[in-house]
């Protein structure tokens, strides 16, 4: 507010002159002794008024503005006064002097009582009012409000309880209780702010000219203010302004907000404050909450400490993929999440599945029985033979075997394992080989102890020898679990029947024991056939046959050679023959060379050595003496031997015989002569007769 203030000094004190004064009784404000006659514009204030008649009796008085007016309730020495307008001061005058009662600082009033004139000091009482002026001026009338708001954000925190750990068998189900609690921990408040409106009314008779609006936040300082118009703005009489203002505040402590108008001009300006008191949150920041949970439940809103219980029901699968060697494990995190915070807490569940795990071996049987053949063959069936002559004839015997088979079968140990360490199963079981029930030495059900194994035997009889697969199953709550084993028989048991033989022959004897993994074996011997020492036909004949070692089945083959002796002019025989028959062997030895004077070892003429070391001699470089010697013993053997010969043939050999004696001494006969050619013509004559080509016949050797 706009005052002017002249301060004088009385002039009585100057002039050390002392004047008693004594104060209204019951003024607001104490008066001031002012000497002689003041009046308002002496004192500085803009405007005076004084009431008609003077002294005013009691009455109502309009002021020069003809709006505003002043109640004056007096006895001619006190009076009280209320008046529409603010007063700055009242000057009440007796006597000499006068008193003045000053409303500002620290205020304009509305209204006082017992105002008075100076004490007369003859009687120490005030002198009789004389006139009264009120002193005033113009002010815009400033008023506001305050309206505080801050947020209150609320903390929470959530658990959920408990963990859990479960072990069951496929199948099997279970409930899980899981508690969510939430508490209200506390809260932290922010955001202080203070706005409101700052009213400015222009009461008085004249514009008033602002030139700004300020506002002020006691402990903080100045804010903003918006009155949406130009400064210095012109107010018209009887018009109001009114502006905004807004500030954040550090913090929610209680202060004091005061607007000041500034004006220039009649009109002067004025202040309002208000209190800046916070109180109840203006915004509430998760007051209340919902919860979501991630096992489909949610509650909500609350307020206030709250706990929820449910249940969820966990089971183990019941797909027999899922376990890998009878276990199955899963583990659910669920979370119950505040929405507004998203704070959370969780909660964790593992299952432990367990579920029979089947393994199984297939030992396969089955019965093998031999059938055996027999077949006998020589390298001759007949033969020619001189009286006395033997003959190697050279056997074959081949024995040959098929099978039967028959009793397939499969039998086994199927093993159920329980991974459980906890508890034990019991399950029902079955074993199909391909469409076959087995049987079972356990009767179909097994109780397998906790962390361990039960085993049961099977067996079942098979069509035939086909691979196949075998399965056990084993059933736990409805659920198959299946083992499986290939039924092979290329690796079975095999009973044999008859599966070996013991092989003879009737002239030679045992020729050995013959197994069927030995089939087909072949026997090689040699018999000699004859001597006969009577000429004609005969046989010889001899059977192989086998008894088996089980069954004692048997069978046999038999080979003849018929033998034909003949009884006129024999046969003859070739040198090669006669050179390995002599008691030197290597072949059986023929007594016909009983019939030389020394057998073998007589003396071959003058040569130096017998019959039988010039038979072995080789006739090297085509030695025509050793080829003609050669077949002279032979024919000489055969004639021995009572084979007849013909006359030229007899020519021939004792012509032989002179010519080996004329070449005895050299073993040879010139290359280069008559007597070669002659050699090879009786050779050849000796050679065709002894090898049956002329004479009796050849026998065989």
Same mark, same amino acid.
């Given at each position: ?106 205020a304009e009033s509305f209204g006082d009582v017992d105002l ?82 700052i009213t400015i009314e222009n009461n008085t008779p004249f ?243 906790? *962390?361990?194994?039960?085993?049961? =035997?099977?067996?079942?009889? !098979? &069509? /035939? @020898?086909? $691979?196949?697969?075998?399965?056990? +199953? ?110 030197? *062997?290597?072949?059986?030895?023929? =007594?016909?060379?009983?019939? !030389? &004077? /020394? @057998?073998? $070892?007589?003396?071959?003429?003058? +040569? ?94």
């Open positions: 507010m706009k005052k002017y203030m002249i301060v004088l000094v009385l002039a009585l004190l100057v002039m050390g002159l002392s004047v008693a004064v004594g104060p209204a009784a019951a003024s607001s404000v104490s008066p001031i002794f002012e000497p002689g006659n003041p009046s308002c514009t002496d004192l500085g204030y803009d405007f005076g008024f004084k009431p008609q008649p003077e002294p005013p009796p009691t009455d109502t008085y309009t002021f020069p503005d003809g709006v505003n007016a002043v109640d004056i309730d007096s006895d001619g020495t006190y009076f009280d006064w209320s008046s529409t307008l603010g007063i700055d001061a009242v000057i009440v005058k007796g006597g000499s002097n006068a008193n003045v009662y000053k409303y500002d600082p620290p008075s004139s100076p004490i007369n000091p003859n009687n120490n009482k005030p002198y009789a009012i004389s006139h009264i002026e009120f002193c005033y001026d113009y002010e815009v009338d400033v008023s506001k409000d305050a309206h505080t708001s801050f947020t209150r954000t609320y903390e929470w925190g959530i658990t959920k309880d408990p963990d859990g750990a479960y072990s069951m068998f496929a199948g099997d189900s279970t409930k899980h209780g899981y508690t969510v609690s939430v508490d209200q921990t506390g809260f932290t408040d922010s955001d202080w702010a203070v706005a409101g409106t514009d008033a000219s602002i030139e700004n609006v300020s506002d002020v936040v006691s402990g903080f300082g100045g804010v903003p203010v918006t009155c949406d118009v130009e400064f210095p703005y012109t107010l018209l009489a009887g018009h109001t302004l009114s502006c905004a203002y807004a500030t954040p505040l550090p913090d929610g402590s209680s202060r004091t907000n005061t607007a000041a108008v500034a004006t220039s001009g009649i009109v002067g300006g004025g202040e309002a404050a208000a209190d800046v008191v916070f109180g109840a949150p203006t915004t509430e920041v998760n007051g209340q909450i919902s919860v979501t949970d991630t096992n489909g439940q949610s509650w909500g809103p609350v307020s206030d400490d709250t706990t929820w219980t449910y249940d969820k029901t966990f089971t183990c699968s019941s797909d027999p993929a899922d376990y890998v060697d009878g276990h199955y494990m899963f583990t659910r995190d669920n979370t119950a999440t505040i929405d507004e915070t998203g704070q959370s807490d969780d909660a964790s569940v593992t299952v432990h599945c367990y579920a029979p795990v089947v393994s199984k071996d297939a030992h396969t049987s089955f019965t093998r029985t031999w059938t055996w053949t027999i077949d006998k063959w020589a390298d001759q069936d007949a033969l020619t033979l001189s009286p006395g002559q033997q003959f190697l004839v050279n056997y074959q015997v081949t024995v040959d075997a098929t099978h039967v088979d028959s009793d397939w079968a499969v039998a086994g140990t199927i093993t159920v394992q329980n991974p459980n360490p906890d508890a034990e199963m019991t399950v029902s079981l079955k074993d199909m080989v391909d469409g076959t029930m087995a049987t079972l030495d356990c009767g179909g059900s097994l109780t397998v102890p906790a *962390g361990g194994s039960a085993t049961c =035997d099977y067996s079942a009889d !098979l &069509p /035939d @020898g086909s $691979d196949r697969t075998n399965t056990a +199953t084993a059933t736990l709550n409805g659920i198959d679990f299946t083992g499986t084993a290939a039924v092979s028989f290329s690796g079975a048991t095999i009973s044999e029947v008859d599966e070996c033989i013991d092989v003879t022959d009737d002239k030679y004897g045992t020729l050995g024991t013959v197994c069927a993994g030995q089939a087909p074996k072949t026997f090689t011997y040699s018999l000699s056939v004859g001597p006969y020492d009577v000429c004609g036909m005969h046989q010889f004949t001899n059977t192989a046959s086998f008894v088996t070692n089980d069954t004692g089945a048997s069978g046999s083959d038999s080979w003849t050679v018929t033998v034909n002796v003949p009884c006129a002019g024999g046969c003859t025989l070739t040198q090669g023959y006669w050179k390995t028959h002599s008691e030197y *062997g290597p072949a059986p030895y023929d =007594d016909t060379w009983d019939m !030389l &004077p /020394d @057998g073998a $070892d007589t003396a071959f003429f003058d +040569t130096g050595y017998s019959y039988y070391e010039i038979l072995w001699m080789a006739p090297k470089g085509g030695n025509a003496y050793l080829i003609l010697a050669h077949q002279y013993i032979a024919a000489e053997l055969n004639v021995l031997n009572e084979a007849s010969i013909p006359s030229d043939v007899l020519d021939a050999w004792e012509q032989a015989g002179e010519l080996l004696v004329k070449y005895e001494s050299d073993l040879s006969i010139p290359k280069k002569g008559p007597d070669r050619k002659t050699a090879i013509n009786l050779y050849e004559l000796l050679d065709d007769y002894n090898n049956g080509l002329i004479g009796p016949g050849h026998c065989s050797e």
